[in-house]
């Protein structure tokens, strides 16, 4: 069974850091042909795309608000992906969540739609 499950959130001061890690266990095109990607969900508002890894090539797209300060990465080692974020605002307080879906190209890769798996969440607050 495919399963994605996040760990790191917790309360920053702004202008902090934290590190979110996904840890992933499941069918072979998880690690193969897939995207691994978080988003972000705030108190009445839609979920939305930070940031995406193609799993086998590493290339990364982030979201405009989150460009610069956070870094998305993978360790195949240890089949998981992180996202670093540094520079916190308290506008980046939200329930993060990793999901993963196969073979999305770019232009697709911040639609929520496009993953078919995802993880419980995590919560991020950032106080002012």
């Known amino acids: 069974q495919v399963q994605l499950v996040e760990s790191g959130g917790g309360l920053v001061q702004a202008g902090g850091s934290l590190r979110l890690s996904c840890a992933a266990s499941g069918s072979e095109w998880l690690f193969s042909g897939s995207n691994m990607a978080w988003f972000r969900q705030a108190p009445g508002k839609e979920r939305d795309f930070v940031a995406t890894?193609?799993?086998?090539?590493?290339?990364?797209y982030y979201a405009d608000s989150v460009k610069g300060r956070f870094t998305i990465s993978r360790d195949s080692a240890k089949n998981s992906v992180y996202l670093q974020m540094n520079s916190l605002k308290p506008e980046d307080t939200a329930v993060y969540y990793c999901?993963?879906?196969?073979?999305?190209?770019?232009?697709?890769?911040?639609?929520?739609?496009?993953?078919?798996?995802w993880g419980q969440g995590t919560q991020v607050t950032v106080s002012s």
């Open positions: 890894i193609v799993w086998s090539l590493g290339t990364t």
């Open positions: 999901a993963a879906g196969p073979g999305i190209g770019p232009f697709h890769a911040p639609s929520a739609t496009q993953y078919t798996i």
